[in-house]
């Protein structure tokens, strides 16, 4: 568990601030964003490698920015992903004029917004951002399905590759190859002995049984793929090898190990598994270079390792040779860097800042739409706990606390933005998605900001419900019966739609669908999830509702309330 810290909601920007202040000879806060720059970083015809995701997971990602390594990490809070406005506030701090490239584990939240902020990169500044995902854990799905696979501790090696190729001159599309063809080349098994636990929470996300250990677990705080008895040193050494030996290319003969620490395994036991995990590669007549032993991903204080091997060549095996100097990385030698620290390329955000409209500024619409923000926001903060404990029986725990954060962004937002409720929904998703993060900010962000341009338009309120509905289908790619928040959303907006020309009025025809969408909710219960990472513990789940799905109603039947 965390022993210091002043808040949960506090936590993530107090541990970047402790960072920048006890690392500044390597990197810095970049202002107005959850993020972190090389101080080497951006070097004017220079690639620039941004790297990201959840905090808890230190040294990834903010502990690995510095020179010879990333030029910049966005960070979201505990196990989520940043937004894309943080995303994207990185980019323009960063970008040298040859292009962005941005890596990061294969997660919902993360694919989302990074791929926002790359479009919006794009279009309103002309940097070529580009992206690469990590998909190193062989037990997140078989092998030939490597695309669905999560990353986990073998990015170190691609984030490593990666900013080397930029740093040596190449260009984006040479650096994206190398990116590329390390990920293609790494794999990675992780075992679990006992759950971490947030800050500010009493339990653990999950625990293990005495003598039982979990396989296949990841880095968010969730519980393995099987339960098996625990194995001596020599046992589990015996069975990772075994596992990534079944994958090795055609032809590799070389191989760099990483034995990883995910928080509460020390050092010395990690030393022993690396001797075994060695032995039996020898045995297997791989060639062994350089060696990785240490904490390289977290999960806060997850008893846990894990083990990765990356297949080198002789270009993979000279880049991850190169120096490089982060908190979390360093490695002797000269860099081509003058040692003076660059001024960050642009001013992050300060173009968006926003008139402030009081209560009395606001029409009917803009004040309805704030009471609405305040309601769901009440809701959601009352529902903390119930959600967390939802979504830690079959993923990470996070989902309470996310919306609540979510929340409080979207009402600073709303509270700020009018006169009516196009301007104040559009705000309030754009705070929501930035406070959030994770694949509910990016969901819940597109939604709200859906809703508002629609009534912006013209558009009633169920025909910018559907427009809503459309829009996190698009972007979430998931569709009903996958047990998501879809299975509440889609009953609502259809019984909204069937009682919209009938002439009872809309307070009515909004508090029918909220109940439909209440009673979908508790039906998820019954259903095995398909998407995320629930679906890879589908018979935990089950019994259990959606959290996401009670969140939605829950939600909706607040607004009910506002508008009866």
Known sequence: MAYVFNSERSFKDDAIDGLAAA??????????????????????????????????????????????????????????????????????????????????????GDVMHFGLAAEQVGEQDGI?????????????????????????????????????????????????????????????????????????????????????????LGIHGESGIDTVDRLSADELAAMLVERLLEER??????????????????????????????????????????????????????????????????????????????????????????????????????????????????????????????????????LESKLGELDAVAGDGDHGITMARGMDGALEAARSAGPDAAAVLGAAGMGFADAAGGAAGALWGSGLTTIGTALGDGDDLAAAMTKAQEAVLRLGASEKGDKTLIDALDPFVAKLNELAGADGSTADAWREAAEAAEQAARDTADMTPRKGRAARQADRSKGTEDPGAVSLAASLSAVSEVLA
């Open 128 to 216: 070529d951002a580009r992206i690469v995902l990590v998909t190193d854990d062989v037990a997140s799905a078989e092998a030939g399905d490597e695309d669905d696979r999560r990353g986990i501790a073998g990015g170190f090696f691609v984030f490593r590759a990666a900013a080397a190729a930029a740093w040596r001159g190449d260009s984006l599309d040479e650096v994206e190859r190398v990116a590329r063809h390390a990920n293609e080349r790494t794999r990675t098994l992780g075992v679990g002995f006992d759950g971490c636990t947030l800050p500010g929470a009493d339990e653990p996300l999950f625990s293990v049984e005495p003598g039982k250990m979990e396989v296949g």
């Open 249 to 382: 290319p055609d032809g590799a003969e070389r191989a760099r190990i990483l034995v990883n620490g995910l928080g509460r395994v020390k050092y010395e036991e990690l030393f022993v598994l690396y001797g075994a995990v060695a032995a039996r590669l020898q045995d297997a007549g791989v060639q062994l270079t350089e060696p990785e032993v240490g904490e390289f991903v977290t999960s806060l204080d997850m008893a846990g390792c894990s083990l990765t091997l990356v297949w080198t060549d002789d270009e993979l095996e000279s880049l991850l040779s190169t120096p490089a100097q982060s908190p979390g990385y360093t490695r002797a030698g000269e860099l081509d860097w003058d040692g003076e620290p660059r001024e960050l390329a642009r001013s992050p955000g300060a173009e968006d800042e926003a008139e402030d409209f009081d209560e009395a500024d606001l029409d009917d619409t803009g004040r309805t739409a704030r009471q609405a923000i305040e309601a769901i926001a009440e809701r959601l903060s009352e």
């Open 23 to 108: 690392y500044g000879r390597w990197l810095r806060r970049i202002p107005g964003a959850a993020a972190l720059a090389s101080v080497a970083a951006p070097q004017e015809g220079r690639v620039a490698t941004i790297v990201g995701g959840g905090s808890g997971h230190f040294p990834a990602f903010a502990g690995l920015v510095g020179p010879g390594l990333a030029d910049g990490a966005t960070c979201g809070d505990i196990f989520a992903s940043p937004s894309a406005e943080q995303a994207r506030r990185t980019i323009r701090a960063i970008d040298g004029g040859a292009g962005v490239l941005m890596l990061f584990g294969n997660y919902a």
